[in-house]
């Protein structure tokens, strides 16, 4: 969706705040197991229950974690304090949750999507997650809710909450953000980015502005959202409900909305508490994070080579745009695609055969050098596409050499004259067709290019080369 379709005259400005489980072996402040799916409370101690007198250690291994997530995000790696956010949930046992306020971890980053958009990141901060609630009753919602369950597994989870700048102008690059972090987080082992099983929790800040206006708006937070799908969906309807707002010579209020998917609307939640609602005060049972130079140094030294560049590397090597190599990037197939044009197989052929036909759990029977001389016997029309598709899905069930298979499956390579005097005969076959090829306008010429195609096909039981017909025909309408 461009900007200007949420409604003419009108800007969307999007900012999202994303909460990310660490995938650390134990908890954020105590040694209970991190573990998804296990039997309710069953991975629980007087730290993470907020038993009185018990006190937080922090996990060394998630403050590692944190930082290279901040560092893959192209933060600033800082001095850091955990405070108290005071407020009552069941499910948060000590009545404030320990999270960074004033000085978080890591500040002043970016995420650049595939089409080159760059998003500010403001802060990513650490804090430890809450409990899980589960209201039984009708509607599964705290209101009208027979009586709610507490499972405590999920409290002291180590978790960073990524606040990026509202730097996104539609539900698309929202859309491209949240996919971008997931690959990222994937990359750097951190995380496993699953928002089925809520390890990635999305809340988009929604509002609207006059286009080509920099003012910022009553924003709302859009919070229950549980796949990128609905991301889109919301935000949508969210920028729809404020241009309504503003022409019906209203305003919307700043508030948290639940977004619900099968209605496909939003609906008030609580208005939005300011931070002072929250008596923040540092947290007295924990030192500063100070991490040294050397430190962060060895974090950058380690991290992968990271989505953005790997779609660079590759993009350049084939000559196309970074966008277009990120479902091979996507998949981890760009340095399989780079060894291919490294053994001088046709890059855009290379890209081609390996999004279309390599889309498969295991591809790990095919060699760069095989998968590439099977890409110029394509290319040089040894192999028509078709028969080429066929030794690759072979390639794929059991290895191989692409000339054995295609031998041994009877693809022999049409000889030249033999095509020639097939497409011959299909033109004296059909004069009445031939005549609409040569004298017809585009469109019936390029039906007809279709129909002697097809009838060359045929008689060769697909043994032609398209291209190779197609190239005939020409040649003979010319004469
Ligand atoms: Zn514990
Ligand atoms: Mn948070």
Not at 66 to 79: D, E, F, I, N, Y
Not at 407 to 430: N, S
């Amino acid at each position: 969706m461009s900007a200007a379709s949420v409604a003419p005259g009108w800007e969307l400005v999007v900012g999202l705040e994303v909460h990310v489980e660490l995938s650390t072996a134990t908890k954020l402040f105590c040694g209970c197991a991190n573990r998804f799916g296990d039997e309710p409370n069953t991975n629980v101690c007087p730290v993470c229950l907020g038993l009185p007198g018990s006190l937080p250690v922090v996990n060394a291994a998630a403050v590692e974690y944190a930082m290279r997530l901040g560092r893959a995000l192209s933060c600033t790696v800082r001095p850091s304090v955990f405070s108290r956010k005071n407020y009552f949930y069941p499910d948060m046992p000590k009545d404030y949750q320990i999270s960074q306020y004033d000085l978080p971890t890591n500040v002043d980053g970016e995420l650049v999507l595939p089409d080159g958009t760059r998003v500010g990141i403001e802060r990513a901060h650490i804090e430890e997650d809450t409990g899980k609630s589960t209201h039984v009753g009708e509607g599964g919602r705290i209101h009208g809710a027979d009586y709610s369950l507490v499972d405590y597994n999920r409290a002291g989870v180590p978790l960073v909450e990524i606040v990026s700048r509202p730097d996104i102008r539609s539900a698309e690059q929202a859309r491209a953000y949240v996919n971008e972090l997931r690959a990222i987080l994937v990359t750097i082992g951190v995380s496993d980015a699953r928002m089925e099983e809520g390890s990635l929790r999305v809340d988009a800040n929604v509002s609207v502005r006059p286009a080509g206006s920099d003012e910022l708006r009553t924003r709302c937070e859009i919070k229950n959202i549980n796949s990128v799908r609905s991301l889109g969906r919301a935000i949508e309807y969210e920028a729809r409900r404020h241009v309504e707002l503003y022409e019906a010579g209203e305003r919307p209020v700043q508030e948290t909305r639940h977004w619900h998917e099968d209605e496909g609307r939003t609906t008030s939640g609580r208005s939005k508490e300011e931070a002072e609602d929250y008596r923040y005060f540092p947290e007295p049972d924990l030192v500063p994070l100070v991490p040294s130079a050397d430190e962060v140094a060895a974090i950058d030294a380690s991290l992968p080579a990271l989505p953005a560049r790997r779609r660079a590397a590759l993009a350049e090597a084939a000559g196309v745009a970074p966008a277009e190599v990120a479902v091979l990037v996507d998949r981890g197939q760009d340095t399989f695609a780079l060894a291919a044009i490294a053994e001088g197989a046709d890059p855009a052929r290379v890209l081609v055969r390996i999004e279309n036909d390599l889309a498969v759990d295991d591809w790990s029977r095919v060699s760069p050098a095989a998968f590439a001389a099977l890409v110029s016997m394509e290319t040089s029309g040894e192999l028509t596409a078709s028969q080429a598709r066929t030794v690759l899905a072979e390639m794929v069930a059991g290895g191989g050499d692409p000339a054995t298979i295609a031998a041994r499956l009877g693809f022999e390579a049409m000889d030249a004259g033999e095509l020639e005097a097939v497409v011959d005969a299909v033109i004296a076959t059909h004069p009445d067709e031939w005549a609409r090829f040569v004298g017809g306008d585009d469109k019936d010429r390029k039906k007809m290019a279709g129909f002697f195609t097809g009838q060359v096909m045929k008689a060769t039981r697909g043994q032609a080369d398209g291209r190779r017909v197609a190239e005939i025909l020409g040649r003979r309408a010319a004469r």
